[in-house]
Protein backbone atom coordinates (compact mmCIF):
# COMPACT_ATOMS: atom_id res chain seq x y z
CA UNK A 1 0.00 0.00 0.00
CA UNK A 2 0.92 3.97 -0.76
CA UNK A 3 1.79 5.56 2.45
CA UNK A 4 1.61 9.30 2.33
CA UNK A 5 3.25 11.98 4.52
CA UNK A 6 2.37 15.59 5.44
CA UNK A 7 4.24 17.93 6.25
CA UNK A 8 4.27 20.07 8.35
CA UNK A 9 1.09 19.17 11.09
CA UNK A 10 0.64 22.25 12.02
CA UNK A 11 1.44 25.62 9.97
CA UNK A 12 1.53 29.29 11.93
CA UNK A 13 0.55 32.14 9.06
CA UNK A 14 -0.49 35.56 8.91
CA UNK A 15 -2.41 36.88 6.30
CA UNK A 16 -0.90 37.89 3.08
CA UNK A 17 1.48 35.03 3.88
CA UNK A 18 2.94 32.49 1.15
CA UNK A 19 2.99 28.65 2.54
CA UNK A 20 3.46 25.53 1.39
CA UNK A 21 2.48 21.80 2.45
CA UNK A 22 4.66 19.22 1.10
CA UNK A 23 3.10 15.54 0.39
CA UNK A 24 5.69 12.68 0.12
CA UNK A 25 4.52 9.23 -1.41
CA UNK A 26 5.81 6.09 -0.66
CA UNK A 27 6.01 5.30 -4.21
CA UNK A 28 5.68 7.19 -7.53
CA UNK A 29 2.27 8.16 -7.55
CA UNK A 30 2.61 10.99 -10.70
CA UNK A 31 0.17 12.71 -11.40
CA UNK A 32 -2.54 10.91 -9.41
CA UNK A 33 -2.37 13.20 -6.17
CA UNK A 34 -5.53 15.40 -5.07
CA UNK A 35 -5.45 18.41 -2.36
CA UNK A 36 -8.77 19.14 0.03
CA UNK A 37 -9.30 21.31 2.00
CA UNK A 38 -11.91 21.01 5.59
CA UNK A 39 -12.99 23.82 7.17
CA UNK A 40 -14.07 22.76 11.49
CA UNK A 41 -17.80 20.82 11.02
CA UNK A 42 -17.97 20.93 7.33
CA UNK A 43 -17.09 18.27 4.59
CA UNK A 44 -13.70 18.61 2.55
CA UNK A 45 -13.52 19.98 -0.76
CA UNK A 46 -11.00 19.82 -3.52
CA UNK A 47 -8.87 22.07 -4.42
CA UNK A 48 -5.91 20.87 -6.97
CA UNK A 49 -6.51 17.16 -8.75
CA UNK A 50 -3.98 15.50 -10.52
CA UNK A 51 -0.89 17.35 -9.06
CA UNK A 52 -1.73 20.85 -10.74
CA UNK A 53 -4.93 21.69 -11.99
CA UNK A 54 -6.93 23.77 -10.18
CA UNK A 55 -11.21 22.79 -9.50
CA UNK A 56 -13.09 24.99 -10.59
CA UNK A 57 -14.00 28.13 -8.38
CA UNK A 58 -11.02 27.89 -6.05
CA UNK A 59 -8.88 31.08 -5.77
CA UNK A 60 -5.80 31.26 -7.77
CA UNK A 61 -3.57 31.83 -5.08
CA UNK A 62 -3.73 28.02 -4.40
CA UNK A 63 -1.56 25.58 -6.86
CA UNK A 64 -0.21 22.62 -6.81
CA UNK A 65 2.77 21.36 -8.09
CA UNK A 66 5.14 18.04 -8.18
CA UNK A 67 6.09 14.97 -9.68
CA UNK A 68 6.89 11.53 -8.89
CA UNK A 69 6.60 10.72 -4.73
CA UNK A 70 7.12 14.58 -3.60
CA UNK A 71 4.19 17.06 -4.06
CA UNK A 72 3.09 20.79 -2.52
CA UNK A 73 0.91 22.97 -2.41
CA UNK A 74 1.32 26.46 -2.41
CA UNK A 75 -1.28 29.60 -0.90
CA UNK A 76 -0.05 32.48 -2.16
CA UNK A 77 -1.24 35.44 0.37
CA UNK A 78 -3.25 33.79 2.77
CA UNK A 79 -6.69 34.99 3.46
CA UNK A 80 -8.75 34.61 6.54
CA UNK A 81 -10.73 32.01 5.18
CA UNK A 82 -7.76 30.02 3.75
CA UNK A 83 -7.46 28.84 8.08
CA UNK A 84 -8.76 25.34 7.89
CA UNK A 85 -6.89 21.72 7.51
CA UNK A 86 -5.21 20.47 4.29
CA UNK A 87 -5.17 16.84 3.30
CA UNK A 88 -3.06 15.18 0.09
CA UNK A 89 -4.54 12.23 -1.29
CA UNK A 90 -3.55 9.76 -4.00
CA UNK A 91 -5.42 8.04 -6.43
CA UNK A 92 -2.72 5.87 -8.08
CA UNK A 93 -3.95 2.60 -7.21
CA UNK A 94 -5.88 0.95 -4.13
CA UNK A 95 -6.02 1.31 -1.48
CA UNK A 96 -6.28 5.03 -2.05
CA UNK A 97 -5.06 6.70 0.97
CA UNK A 98 -4.87 10.11 2.78
CA UNK A 99 -1.90 12.02 4.16
CA UNK A 100 -2.40 12.88 8.01
CA UNK A 101 -3.25 16.19 7.09
CA UNK A 102 -1.83 19.90 7.88
CA UNK A 103 -3.93 22.46 10.43
CA UNK A 104 -3.25 25.86 8.84
CA UNK A 105 -3.99 28.43 11.77
CA UNK A 106 -3.48 31.91 12.06
CA UNK A 107 0.04 33.37 13.66
CA UNK B 1 -24.70 21.81 -9.58
CA UNK B 2 -23.41 18.61 -8.09
CA UNK B 3 -25.29 17.37 -5.23
CA UNK B 4 -24.12 14.71 -2.71
CA UNK B 5 -26.55 13.67 -0.24
CA UNK B 6 -26.12 11.25 2.08
CA UNK B 7 -28.18 9.54 4.92
CA UNK B 8 -28.88 6.51 7.08
CA UNK B 9 -26.80 7.64 9.98
CA UNK B 10 -27.40 7.21 13.01
CA UNK B 11 -26.53 5.23 16.59
CA UNK B 12 -25.91 1.63 16.81
CA UNK B 13 -25.03 -0.78 19.24
CA UNK B 14 -21.88 -2.97 18.36
CA UNK B 15 -22.98 -5.70 16.38
CA UNK B 16 -25.31 -4.39 14.94
CA UNK B 17 -26.04 -3.24 11.24
CA UNK B 18 -26.54 0.24 9.23
CA UNK B 19 -27.17 0.92 5.71
CA UNK B 20 -26.16 4.26 4.28
CA UNK B 21 -27.50 5.69 1.03
CA UNK B 22 -26.16 8.77 -1.28
CA UNK B 23 -28.36 10.22 -3.65
CA UNK B 24 -26.78 12.46 -6.59
CA UNK B 25 -27.73 14.45 -8.98
CA UNK B 26 -26.35 17.69 -11.10
CA UNK B 27 -24.02 15.00 -13.14
CA UNK B 28 -24.64 11.55 -15.04
CA UNK B 29 -24.18 9.02 -12.31
CA UNK B 30 -23.26 6.20 -13.75
CA UNK B 31 -20.18 7.63 -15.68
CA UNK B 32 -18.02 8.49 -11.76
CA UNK B 33 -16.58 6.33 -9.76
CA UNK B 34 -17.87 6.42 -6.26
CA UNK B 35 -16.43 6.13 -3.08
CA UNK B 36 -17.12 6.21 0.95
CA UNK B 37 -14.88 7.62 3.14
CA UNK B 38 -14.88 8.35 6.92
CA UNK B 39 -13.63 10.36 9.63
CA UNK B 40 -13.64 9.18 13.17
CA UNK B 41 -14.04 12.41 15.47
CA UNK B 42 -10.70 14.63 15.85
CA UNK B 43 -9.03 12.02 13.36
CA UNK B 44 -8.64 12.72 9.87
CA UNK B 45 -9.86 11.37 6.32
CA UNK B 46 -9.98 7.50 6.02
CA UNK B 47 -10.60 5.82 2.42
CA UNK B 48 -13.25 3.14 2.95
CA UNK B 49 -14.42 1.68 -0.10
CA UNK B 50 -14.97 2.14 -4.37
CA UNK B 51 -16.92 0.92 -6.84
CA UNK B 52 -16.79 1.32 -10.33
CA UNK B 53 -19.13 3.18 -12.72
CA UNK B 54 -20.88 -0.25 -13.75
CA UNK B 55 -20.41 -1.83 -10.45
CA UNK B 56 -18.47 -4.31 -11.62
CA UNK B 57 -15.33 -3.77 -9.72
CA UNK B 58 -15.25 -3.30 -6.19
CA UNK B 59 -12.75 -2.29 -3.57
CA UNK B 60 -12.42 -2.09 0.16
CA UNK B 61 -9.80 -0.86 2.30
CA UNK B 62 -8.51 -4.13 4.45
CA UNK B 63 -9.92 -3.18 7.56
CA UNK B 64 -13.24 -3.12 6.52
CA UNK B 65 -13.30 -6.21 4.23
CA UNK B 66 -16.06 -9.06 5.06
CA UNK B 67 -17.89 -6.37 7.30
CA UNK B 68 -18.79 -3.62 4.62
CA UNK B 69 -21.00 -3.46 1.65
CA UNK B 70 -20.94 -0.59 -1.12
CA UNK B 71 -23.33 -0.58 -3.73
CA UNK B 72 -25.00 1.23 -6.47
CA UNK B 73 -27.95 1.95 -8.33
CA UNK B 74 -27.42 3.82 -11.54
CA UNK B 75 -31.38 3.91 -12.44
CA UNK B 76 -31.97 5.58 -9.32
CA UNK B 77 -28.09 7.54 -9.28
CA UNK B 78 -27.55 6.18 -5.49
CA UNK B 79 -24.68 4.43 -3.72
CA UNK B 80 -24.57 2.56 -0.68
CA UNK B 81 -23.19 1.30 2.12
CA UNK B 82 -24.20 -1.32 4.01
CA UNK B 83 -22.48 -2.07 7.62
CA UNK B 84 -22.51 -5.00 9.31
CA UNK B 85 -21.08 -6.33 12.24
CA UNK B 86 -20.28 -2.77 13.64
CA UNK B 87 -17.45 -1.98 16.22
CA UNK B 88 -16.80 1.04 18.46
CA UNK B 89 -14.19 2.16 16.16
CA UNK B 90 -16.48 2.31 13.27
CA UNK B 91 -17.72 5.64 15.07
CA UNK B 92 -17.14 8.46 12.20
CA UNK B 93 -18.56 10.12 9.72
CA UNK B 94 -19.12 8.94 6.06
CA UNK B 95 -18.95 10.79 3.29
CA UNK B 96 -20.04 10.35 -0.39
CA UNK B 97 -17.65 10.88 -2.95
CA UNK B 98 -17.66 11.55 -6.53
CA UNK B 99 -14.78 10.71 -8.86
CA UNK B 100 -14.80 12.30 -11.80
CA UNK B 101 -13.74 11.39 -14.96
CA UNK B 102 -11.37 14.16 -15.09
CA UNK B 103 -9.53 13.45 -11.48
CA UNK B 104 -11.43 15.91 -9.96
CA UNK B 105 -13.48 14.91 -6.41
CA UNK B 106 -16.94 16.31 -5.38
CA UNK B 107 -17.90 15.53 -1.49
CA UNK B 108 -21.17 14.98 -0.07
CA UNK B 109 -21.65 16.79 3.42
CA UNK B 110 -21.48 13.51 5.72
CA UNK B 111 -23.89 11.26 7.23
CA UNK B 112 -22.81 10.50 11.31
CA UNK B 113 -22.43 6.68 12.87
CA UNK B 114 -22.41 6.53 16.29
CA UNK B 115 -21.33 2.83 17.57
CA UNK B 116 -22.13 2.68 21.17
CA UNK B 117 -23.92 0.92 23.95
Known amino acids: DIQMTQSPSTLSASVGDRVTITCRASQTISPWLAWHQQKPGKAPKVLIY???NLESGVPSRFSGSGSGTEFTLTISGLQPDDFATYYC?????????FGQGTKLEIK | EVQLVESGGGLVKPGGSLTLSCEASGFTFSFNTMHWVRQAPGKGLEWASAINRDGTFIVYAESLKGRFTISRDNARSSLFLQLNRLRAEDTAIYYCVSQNPNGSYDWGQGTRVTVSS
Open chain 1, 50 to 52: KAS
Open chain 1, 89 to 97: QHYDSFPYS
